[in-house]
């Protein structure tokens, strides 16, 4: 059971992801872009803990913590880049 | 016993998947970025929580090893995923400031934040602010 339920997961991540990329390509203004770059990680770090559950390891949450953080990093500098002109004044 | 965490753990799958695909489906269908914002933010982020959580009961039934990493990127995401919206609604209104035109009157002294000036702080500021900047180049 666990197993079809994992399935139909990976399969609805699969298509959120592809449901971003179009955002992000076409996204008429530079925050739509931003915002689909975010979603792109959230969805990733998701992926990511699903085959961690399929090869029954453990060794993917660390992987998915660093993406979070670096994911919330990156949005972040971005909007100020675009706010200020700077990231670090 | 099996079974029921097995339910358990399927449910939790099945439903991050779903609310994971309907805030990425907002945020390809809903029609501009104010309103787009809601998808990923609200929905996305409860659907990755819900995996995550799947996650972590898994690893407690099947290593018999109780691990609260998943807890820490669950917490780690529900903090940031507001402060992320925020500076994109920013940043959004910062490019576009005729948005201010389709607003109404606020029906105070003050206007819109983030298109009028703030209300003079004066008062509450210490000199180094408000007093005159002294380079020293």
């Known amino acids: ?89 | 016993m099996d079974i029921l965490v097995e339910l358990l753990i399927s449910a939790l799958l099945v439903i991050g998947g779903v609310f994971g695909l309907v805030g990425s489906y907002g945020l390809a269908k809903l029609p501009d970025l104010m309103t787009r914002l809601h998808g990923p933010t609200k929905a996305g982020t409860l659907g990755v929580g819900a995996v995550l959580i799947a996650s972590m009961i898994f690893m407690l039934w099947e290593e018999r090893d109780p691990s609260f990493h998943e807890l820490m990127i669950t917490l780690f995401l529900f903090l940031t995923a507001p402060i992320t919206a925020n500076f994109i609604a920013k940043s959004f209104l910062h490019r576009h400031s005729d948005e201010k035109a389709k607003l109404p009157p606020t029906g105070t002294d003050y206007g819109w934040a983030s298109f009028d000036e703030p209300p003079s702080t004066a008062d509450d500021e210490p000199d180094s602010l408000t007093g005159p900047r002294r380079r020293s180049n």
Do not use: W
């Not at chain 1, 990733?44 to 994911?71: D, H, K, P, Q, R």
């Open chain 1, 1 to 89: 059971m666990i197993g079809y339920a994992l399935h139909f997961s990976f399969a609805c991540f699969a298509i959120a992801l592809l449901l971003n990329l179009y955002r992000l390509a076409k996204g008429p203004s530079i925050a739509d872009r931003v915002l689909a770059l975010d979603t792109m990680v959230i969805n990733g770090i998701a992926l990511l803990i699903l085959y961690g559950i399929t090869s029954e390891t453990t060794v993917y949450f660390e992987a998915a913590l660093l993406f979070a953080m670096v994911g919330f990093i990156s949005t972040v500098a971005y909007c100020r880049f675009i706010l200020r002109g700077d990231i670090i004044e």
